[in-house]
């Protein structure tokens, strides 16, 4: 399984932005997908995933409210709609896929599959 991610760039704080995840090769089913970020320095941290029906959503209390993950599984993508993003916002952003069957976690050890990131900057 390989992913693509993309839709990073540079916007103002207030602003929206949305990222795609798009997962090609032997793409995974009943499978949970995430996304994460990181800074320079500090250890990568969860953000939000979704079951493979996208009954099941969770966040990091950081982006609660402000951030929507959602699915295509007919497109193997999945989504980070950001709103109202913050300076602390800005971070490489990496999306995740879990392998089939898995049980749903906030966890990086979950996830079995990365993209190569795509960076978000904030600027105030």
């Known amino acids: 399984v390989q992913l693509q991610a993309s839709g990073g760039g540079l916007v103002q704080a207030g602003d929206s932005l949305r990222l795609s995840c798009a997962a090609s090769?032997?793409?995974?089913?009943?499978?949970?997908m995430g996304w994460f970020r990181q800074t320079p320095g500090k250890e990568r941290e969860f953000v939000a995933t979704?079951?493979?029906?996208?009954?099941?959503?969770y966040y990091a209390d950081s982006v609660k409210g402000r951030f929507t993950i959602s699915r295509d599984n007919s497109k193997n993508t999945a989504y980070l709609q950001m709103n109202s993003l913050l300076p602390e916002d800005t971070a490489v952003y990496y999306c995740?896929?879990?392998?089939?069957?898995?049980?749903?976690?906030?966890?990086?050890?979950?996830?079995?599959?990365w993209g190569q990131g795509t960076l978000v900057t904030v600027s105030s």
């Open positions: 979704i079951g493979f029906w996208g009954g099941s959503t």
């Open positions: 995740a896929a879990s392998v089939s069957g898995s049980t749903i976690t906030t966890r990086s050890s979950g996830y079995a599959y």
């Open positions: 090769g032997r793409t995974e089913r009943h499978n949970y």
